[in-house]
Structures are given as structure tokens and as C-alpha cells.
């Protein structure tokens, strides 16, 4: 007799409550999931990813502390296995290729229908990639134009703690906060934050701010 493959653990990254209470009730009657942790910030959704060892994750693209894709990687990176589903209001088809390249497994719009969410739970149990019809209308225009490097790649020139930083400094963090958050000193906090504005050949933090909301590391 075939044997019933086990409820896949889920974790859930979104900042909005009422759209994490959402995902919850869509996913209710999904057989392949099981809702074992949620958060509302990156930073803390990779804390609870080490802690739950989930199986898949549902995560916005625009999270506060640590935005969706340096999420994807991070979570990639740490859990053996996990399938990242980006489910985001984005639908840019530069920022889908980006996301791709995180190691996400999935993406799925918000004002996509909500089948499409169970439908992708389903399929990365099954460990097969999912993406929505529009996103993958996206992801194929993306590909079809012959477009010059845009900003992902600028970006794809910081380590992961600049982008980090360049992110929380976005975010109106001051050197201290970030030190706090980073578990990192300031004077860590400060090379970093300088390399990274040498990188981007910016020169003020107003500038820096509105590098990063323009390229959706973080919400305006």
C-alpha cells in the first residue's frame, strides 16, 4: 500500500497581519501544509525558519528588517531543502528573474485567484516548481527582451551584511539600532555602511534611501 506523504511543515513572512491570517484560512483545507510558524519581519522569519525547520516558506517580497529576496537566500542557504514561494504584490519581470536567481521556487501574485496559492503549496511539497499565470507571462517577457544589466546587478555587487545594512538604514535605523539588531558592533555597522555607499557611488544617506526604494529593497 502507497503511503500518505506527511503534511509539509509552512512558515509564513508577511507584515500584514490580516493578509498572514489570509494565507491561513486559504490553506486550511490544504492537505500538503501545515502552518508551523509566521512572522512579520525577515529578521524574524529567519530566526523562526532555524528554530521550525520548515519545509516551505511563504514570504512577501517587501518585509521590513530583511526584504523577500535576501530572505530567499538566506533561507536556501541554512534549511536543507526548503522551497521558497514568493507571494508579493510585485509583479515586476526584472524583479521575478531577481527573485529567481534567490533559489525561489515559486511565485505567486496576490491578486491571483486563491487556488493558485494552494495549487503552489502543492507542488513544492511535491518539490516541482510553481509559478501563476501571470507571473510566468512575466518571467517569459523577461527573458524574450534583450535588456542591459539593471539595478540587480549593481546590488548583486554588495555581501549580504552591505545589503542588509543598506536595507535597515532605509529603513531609518541609526548606526546603534542596527549594531543592536545585527548582533555586530557599530564600528562594524560604519565599515559596512561605507563600503557599501562606495560600491553604490553614493554619498548621503538621503541618497541611499531613495537608491533602495527604488530598486525595492524596502517600502517607501
Request: neutral net charge; contains cysteine; glycine residues 6%.
Amino acid at each position: 500500500m502507497t503511503q500518505c506523504m506527511p503534511p509539509r511543515r509552512i512558515l509564513i513572512a508577511d507584515d500584514h497581519g490580516a493578509m498572514r491570517r489570509g494565507i491561513r484560512d486559504v490553506l486550511a483545507e490544504c492537505p500538503h501544509g501545515q502552518i508551523v510558524a509566521e512572522a512579520a519581519d525577515g529578521h524574524q522569519a529567519l530566526e523562526m525558519a532555524r528554530e521550525a525547520q520548515p519545509h516551505i516558506a511563504i514570504i512577501d517580497y517587501l518585509l521590513p528588517l530583511l526584504n523577500g529576496r535576501d530572505l530567499a537566500r538566506a533561507l536556501v542557504r541554512e534549511i536543507p531543502n526548503i522551497q521558497v514561494l514568493i507571494y508579493t504584490m510585485q509583479d515586476r519581470d526584472d524583479l521575478l528573474a531577481d527573485i529567481l536567481s534567490s533559489g525561489a521556487r515559486g511565485y505567486v501574485l496576490k491578486s491571483d485567484p486563491s487556488w493558485h496559492l494552494v495549487a503552489a503549496v502543492e507542488a513544492l511539497a511535491n518539490r516541482q516548481p510553481y509559478f501563476s499565470g501571470i507571473a510566468s507571462e512575466a518571467l517569459l517577457q523577461h527573458f524574450l527582451r534583450d535588456t542591459p544589466p539593471g539595478a540587480s546587478d549593481t546590488l548583486n555587487g554588495l555581501t549580504t551584511r552591505e545589503r542588509e545594512i543598506v536595507q535597515l538604514i532605509a529603513e531609518g535605523k541609526i548606526n546603534k539600532q542596527i549594531a543592536h539588531l545585527l548582533g555586530i558592533s557599530i564600528k562594524t555597522v560604519e565599515t559596512h555602511r561605507a563600503t557599501a555607499m562606495h560600491k553604490l557611488k553614493i554619498r548621503s544617506t538621503a541618497e541611499l534611501v531613495r537608491y533602495a526604494v527604488r530598486n525595492n529593497i524596502t517600502q517607501a
